[in-house]
């Protein structure tokens, strides 16, 4: 894959909501790692102090209704009602679980 498409990936993947900063689903993350999200999951719950709010944050209800209705990619896989709330990872987020994860 190219570099320049390689970004343009990433960039598709960033989202923006008032009141947070620019982030990416763990879903997509786990994506880029070539891991699964609950392994991006497992490792934010054991290494709390590494993911402060600023890094990682659980996704609010109504943020999550909103991505299901403007994000149509991401479909029925962010939350079905009976998992838990997606996590977001800013850019520090994202570069700690390079850190973190054993991939």
Not at 27 to 45: C, D, G, H, P
Not at 66 to 84: D, P, R, S, V
Request: aromatic share 12%; charged share 20%; proline share 6%.
């Amino acid at each position: 894959m190219s570099t320049e498409l390689a970004i343009q990936e990433v960039q598709s993947c960033i989202i923006t909501f008032l009141k947070r900063p620019p982030f990416m689903l763990a879903q997509s993350l786990a994506n880029f790692y070539e891991t699964e999200s609950k392994y991006i999951n497992r490792a934010v719950e054991r290494n709390p102090r590494r993911f402060p709010p600023d890094f990682c944050f659980k996704l609010t209800l109504d943020e999550v209704k909103i991505l299901k209705e403007n994000w149509c990619q991401f479909g029925t896989k962010i939350y079905a009602g009976t998992q838990k709330l997606p996590y977001g990872f800013t850019r520090e987020g994202a570069n700690m679980l390079s850190a973190v994860l054993h991939t």
